[in-house]
C-alpha cells in the first residue's frame, strides 16, 4: 500500500486548496478512505471518510459544511475540497485506507502534506 499527499501549502484564512492522494499497491476502488490530520501538539484527528463508491461520505464537525472528499476511482485518487479555512486547520494532513474513524487513527500513514492558515 502507497499513499503520496500532495497539494499542501500557505493558505490565509478563509481561502481554499485541494488536496490530493495518489494511492497504488492495491485495488483502490475497492476500499473506503479516510483523511486524518494531525496539528503541532495535538492528537491524530480523523476529518472524513468515504466510501468505496464514491456516493457517500461523512466529516468530522469541526469541518462539516466547509470540506468535501471526493474520489477518482479510475485515477486511484483521492480528495479533499477544504473551503473556508481556519487557522485551526493547520496541520499536517494524511490520507488512509480505512472505513471508520477509530480505524483511521491506527491505519499506516504516508508524509503527509502541510497545511498552513495564516494571515
Known amino acids: 500500500v502507497q499513499l503520496v499527499e500532495s497539494g499542501g501549502g500557505l493558505v490565509q484564512p478563509g481561502g481554499s486548496l485541494t488536496l490530493s492522494c495518489q494511492a497504488s499497491?492495491?485495488?483502490?476502488?475497492?476500499?473506503?478512505m479516510s483523511w486524518v490530520r494531525q496539528a503541532p501538539g495535538k492528537d491524530l484527528e480523523w476529518v472524513s471518510m468515504?466510501?468505496?463508491?464514491?456516493?457517500?461520505?461523512e466529516y468530522a464537525s469541526s469541518v462539516r459544511g466547509r470540506f468535501t472528499t471526493s474520489r477518482d476511482n479510475a485515477k486511484s485518487t483521492l480528495y479533499l475540497q477544504m473551503n473556508n479555512l481556519k487557522p485551526e486547520d493547520t496541520a499536517v494532513y494524511y490520507c488512509?485506507?480505512?472505513?471508520?474513524?477509530?480505524?483511521?487513527?491506527?491505519?499506516?500513514r504516508g508524509q503527509g502534506t502541510q497545511v498552513t492558515v495564516a494571515s
Open positions: 468515504i466510501y468505496s463508491t464514491g456516493k457517500v461520505a
Open positions: 499497491g492495491f485495488t483502490f476502488s475497492s476500499y473506503a
Open positions: 488512509v485506507r480505512a472505513a471508520s474513524s477509530s480505524q483511521a487513527l491506527r491505519a499506516p
